[in-house]
């Protein structure tokens, strides 16, 4: 996750906290009640450890260091997995393995016309824990992967309008 990701708290149906992992943190340590803690990238349920002050919890859920690369171009040094013959392929290329594979990754994103299907993912996953038992829940689903923004929005009508529009929100991120 990048330093731009957000994080959102929802209680009974409402948004409680939205924002930055320690300050979403730190909000609903304070309400002493338990809510849904969701990252607004992936959509994953993030479990939260609220225990001690409110330094303590920011101290806590901050951004953690970054891990070796060329930090000031935001390059971060992570494993890949190839077969030899894809190795051997990147070997013979011009600037190496690395810049072949950022130079594949940023032409693939280009060529990209599919609407985003980890942002369409990541909205299910909130859907399916907030709304799974609210009206017209499947419907709402067929049409978020149908790609059907108009019969999805009907079917979230008598949703709380808080998971209703946070779900519309999510699909209009843009990438980090």
């Not at 304070?30 to 849904?36: S, T």
């Not at 993030?46 to 891990?67: F, K, N, S, W, Y």
């Not at 990209?112 to 499947?138: C, K, N, W």
């Not at 923004?149 to 999510?170: F, G, L």
């Amino acid at each position: 996750m990048t330093q731009t990701t957000t994080f959102t708290a929802f209680r009974d149906g409402r948004i409680v906290a939205s924002g930055a992992l320690p300050d979403v943190a730190v909000a609903v340590s304070e309400m002493q009640a338990p809510a849904l803690i969701f990252c607004d990238v992936t959509g994953q349920v993030v479990d939260l450890d609220l225990r001690g002050t409110q330094d303590e919890i920011r101290t806590r859920h901050a951004a953690a260091p970054r891990a070796p690369g060329r930090p000031k171009l935001g390059v971060t040094a992570k494993e890949v997995t190839l077969l030899p013959r894809h190795w051997d392929w990147l070997a013979q290329q011009k600037g190496g393995a690395s810049a072949t594979l950022r130079r594949l990754v940023e032409e693939a994103r280009r060529a990209d016309t599919d609407p985003q299907p980890a942002r369409i993912d990541a909205a299910y996953r909130v859907m399916s824990h907030l709304a799974g038992d609210l009206p017209r829940f499947e419907e709402a689903s067929r049409a978020l992967y149908a790609h059907d923004r108009p019969t999805m929005i009907a079917a979230m009508q008598d949703w709380p309008p808080a998971i209703a529009d946070h779900v519309e929100w999510m699909l209009d991120l843009r990438p980090n």
